[in-house]
């Protein structure tokens, strides 16, 4: 039974897979893909939810933190359903370059 459900960002499940013994493909690319470190990755996180955008949803903010994008355009691809504004898109990006 699923009692809680949250999104994971890649350096969280990096942490959780250490100690495993799962298969080499994973690992390899968990070293390949992770691109902040786990702290690093909670305060990005922390800090783009503080700019209180209600455009931007929990499972945006992780997927921004994992693929940690350069510029607005490759930001906005992150979006479903929305378009993020040059001034909100800028703040993120902001953000993410102290990372």
């Not at 039974?1 to 690992?27: C, G």
């Not at 390949?32 to 455009?55: M, Q, T």
């Not at 930001?75 to 800028?90: M, Q, R, S």
Request: glycine share 0%; net charge negative; aromatic share 6%.
């Amino acid at each position: 039974m699923i009692l809680n459900k949250k999104p994971l960002m890649l350096a969280e499940v990096a942490e959780y897979a250490k100690n495993t013994e799962e298969k080499k493909v994973f690992h390899d690319y968990l070293k390949a893909f992770v691109k902040l470190s786990k702290s690093d990755a909670i305060k990005c996180a922390e800090d783009i939810k503080a700019l209180n955008n209600p455009k931007i949803k929990e499972d945006e903010v992780v997927k921004i933190v994992d693929l940690v994008p350069k510029d607005s355009e490759d930001l906005n691809k992150i979006f479903l359903d929305v378009t993020l504004t040059e001034e909100e898109a800028n703040a993120v990006l902001e953000i993410i370059k102290k990372y």
